[in-house]
Protein backbone atom coordinates (compact mmCIF):
# COMPACT_ATOMS: atom_id res chain seq x y z
CA UNK A 1 0.00 0.00 0.00
CA UNK A 2 2.99 2.30 0.80
CA UNK A 3 3.94 1.97 -2.96
CA UNK A 4 0.45 2.71 -4.05
CA UNK A 5 0.30 6.22 -2.03
CA UNK A 6 3.60 7.12 -3.09
CA UNK A 7 2.65 6.72 -6.58
CA UNK A 8 -0.48 8.93 -5.68
CA UNK A 9 1.84 11.74 -4.39
CA UNK A 10 4.42 11.88 -7.48
CA UNK A 11 1.19 11.76 -9.76
CA UNK A 12 0.24 15.15 -8.02
CA UNK A 13 3.11 16.42 -6.91
CA UNK A 14 3.91 16.26 -11.03
CA UNK A 15 1.00 18.18 -11.02
CA UNK A 16 1.77 21.30 -8.96
CA UNK A 17 -0.24 19.92 -6.31
CA UNK A 18 0.95 20.35 -2.58
CA UNK A 19 0.22 17.07 -1.04
CA UNK A 20 1.12 14.71 1.76
CA UNK A 21 0.92 11.35 3.62
CA UNK A 22 -2.40 11.59 5.66
CA UNK A 23 -1.95 12.89 8.98
CA UNK A 24 -4.04 12.57 11.88
CA UNK A 25 -5.88 15.53 12.20
CA UNK A 26 -4.04 17.06 15.44
CA UNK A 27 -1.05 17.06 14.08
CA UNK A 28 -1.93 18.43 10.52
CA UNK A 29 0.08 21.51 10.45
CA UNK A 30 -1.69 25.64 10.01
CA UNK A 31 -1.88 25.54 6.50
CA UNK A 32 -1.87 28.74 4.37
CA UNK A 33 -2.27 27.15 0.96
CA UNK A 34 -4.74 23.74 0.05
CA UNK A 35 -3.13 20.86 0.57
CA UNK A 36 -4.51 17.10 0.21
CA UNK A 37 -3.93 14.30 2.30
CA UNK A 38 -3.45 10.76 0.94
CA UNK A 39 -4.26 7.72 2.34
CA UNK A 40 -5.43 4.04 1.58
CA UNK A 41 -8.90 2.95 2.77
CA UNK A 42 -7.94 -0.68 4.94
CA UNK A 43 -11.72 -1.65 4.47
CA UNK A 44 -11.42 -1.48 0.74
CA UNK A 45 -8.29 -3.34 -0.23
CA UNK A 46 -9.29 -6.98 -1.44
CA UNK A 47 -6.95 -9.57 -3.53
CA UNK A 48 -9.31 -9.74 -6.70
CA UNK A 49 -7.58 -13.08 -7.88
CA UNK A 50 -5.03 -15.52 -6.78
CA UNK A 51 -1.29 -14.99 -7.28
CA UNK A 52 -0.40 -16.68 -10.77
CA UNK A 53 2.60 -18.06 -10.99
CA UNK A 54 3.66 -16.42 -14.38
CA UNK A 55 7.48 -17.77 -14.83
CA UNK A 56 11.23 -17.08 -14.00
CA UNK A 57 13.48 -14.37 -14.90
CA UNK A 58 17.13 -14.28 -15.99
CA UNK A 59 18.26 -15.08 -12.50
CA UNK A 60 16.17 -17.91 -11.72
CA UNK A 61 13.62 -15.93 -9.53
CA UNK A 62 10.13 -17.10 -9.93
CA UNK A 63 7.91 -13.92 -10.79
CA UNK A 64 3.82 -14.11 -9.61
CA UNK A 65 1.31 -11.83 -10.17
CA UNK A 66 -2.21 -10.93 -8.84
CA UNK A 67 -5.05 -8.38 -9.08
CA UNK A 68 -5.57 -5.74 -6.57
CA UNK A 69 -8.56 -3.44 -5.75
CA UNK A 70 -7.92 -0.44 -3.50
CA UNK A 71 -9.19 2.57 -2.68
CA UNK A 72 -7.72 5.52 -1.94
CA UNK A 73 -9.17 8.54 0.41
CA UNK A 74 -7.63 11.72 -0.29
CA UNK A 75 -8.41 14.67 2.02
CA UNK A 76 -8.19 18.28 0.83
CA UNK A 77 -7.99 21.17 3.15
CA UNK A 78 -7.96 24.81 2.26
CA UNK A 79 -7.85 27.36 4.66
CA UNK A 80 -7.76 31.42 4.58
CA UNK A 81 -10.77 33.58 2.68
CA UNK A 82 -12.79 31.88 0.00
CA UNK A 83 -11.50 28.46 1.28
CA UNK A 84 -14.58 26.74 -0.09
CA UNK A 85 -14.23 27.96 -3.76
CA UNK A 86 -10.06 27.35 -3.24
CA UNK A 87 -10.85 23.96 -1.82
CA UNK A 88 -13.34 22.98 -4.40
CA UNK A 89 -10.85 24.14 -6.97
CA UNK A 90 -8.01 21.68 -5.04
CA UNK A 91 -10.13 18.69 -5.42
CA UNK A 92 -11.34 19.23 -8.97
CA UNK A 93 -7.24 19.28 -9.35
CA UNK A 94 -6.62 16.35 -7.83
CA UNK A 95 -9.84 14.63 -9.79
CA UNK A 96 -8.12 15.44 -13.23
CA UNK A 97 -5.06 14.15 -12.22
CA UNK A 98 -6.71 10.61 -11.84
CA UNK A 99 -8.95 11.22 -15.25
CA UNK A 100 -5.66 11.92 -16.87
CA UNK A 101 -4.27 8.67 -16.23
CA UNK A 102 -1.57 7.53 -13.24
CA UNK A 103 1.07 4.98 -14.91
CA UNK A 104 0.16 1.71 -13.52
CA UNK A 105 -3.00 2.62 -12.18
CA UNK A 106 -6.88 1.94 -13.07
CA UNK A 107 -9.06 4.71 -11.31
CA UNK A 108 -12.89 3.30 -11.30
CA UNK A 109 -15.61 5.76 -10.71
CA UNK A 110 -14.47 8.45 -8.43
CA UNK A 111 -16.34 9.85 -5.32
CA UNK A 112 -16.38 13.72 -4.63
CA UNK A 113 -17.27 14.72 -1.58
CA UNK A 114 -19.71 17.53 -0.04
CA UNK A 115 -17.14 20.40 0.49
CA UNK A 116 -17.51 21.86 3.81
CA UNK A 117 -16.13 23.53 6.60
CA UNK A 118 -13.98 21.58 9.67
CA UNK A 119 -13.99 23.57 12.68
CA UNK A 120 -11.72 21.03 13.92
CA UNK A 121 -9.10 21.65 11.46
CA UNK A 122 -10.16 25.73 10.59
CA UNK A 123 -10.40 24.71 7.14
CA UNK A 124 -13.16 23.99 4.10
CA UNK A 125 -12.62 20.11 3.43
CA UNK A 126 -13.73 17.95 0.76
CA UNK A 127 -13.06 14.12 0.37
CA UNK A 128 -12.04 12.40 -2.81
CA UNK A 129 -12.45 8.44 -2.81
CA UNK A 130 -10.54 6.86 -5.52
CA UNK A 131 -11.32 3.09 -6.04
CA UNK A 132 -8.44 1.43 -8.09
CA UNK A 133 -7.80 -1.66 -9.67
CA UNK A 134 -3.72 -2.77 -9.83
CA UNK A 135 -1.54 -5.64 -11.00
CA UNK A 136 1.34 -6.68 -8.15
CA UNK A 137 4.31 -8.47 -9.49
CA UNK A 138 6.17 -10.01 -6.88
CA UNK A 139 9.53 -11.66 -6.86
CA UNK A 140 10.39 -15.02 -4.76
CA UNK A 141 14.11 -15.93 -4.46
CA UNK A 142 14.70 -19.59 -2.57
CA UNK A 143 11.11 -19.29 -1.37
CA UNK A 144 10.76 -15.70 -0.23
CA UNK A 145 9.53 -12.94 -1.92
CA UNK A 146 11.63 -10.35 -2.58
CA UNK A 147 10.49 -7.19 -4.23
CA UNK A 148 7.15 -6.25 -5.22
CA UNK A 149 6.06 -4.00 -8.05
CA UNK A 150 2.57 -2.26 -9.47
CA UNK A 151 2.38 -2.43 -12.97
CA UNK A 152 -1.41 -1.59 -13.72
CA UNK A 153 -4.35 -3.78 -14.81
CA UNK A 154 -4.43 -7.71 -15.99
CA UNK A 155 -4.75 -7.54 -19.81
Request: charged share 25%; hydrophobic share 45%.
Amino acid sequence: MEQLIEMVLQALRAAGIHCVRALDEETLPRLKAPMVAVGADPSACRQHALARYLGQDADGAERYGMELQATLQLEVYSPGRWAGALCERAAAQVVDVFLGGIEGLYSGDLELGRTAYDARTDCFRCAVRAPLTLRLYTTAQDGAFTHADIRGVLQ
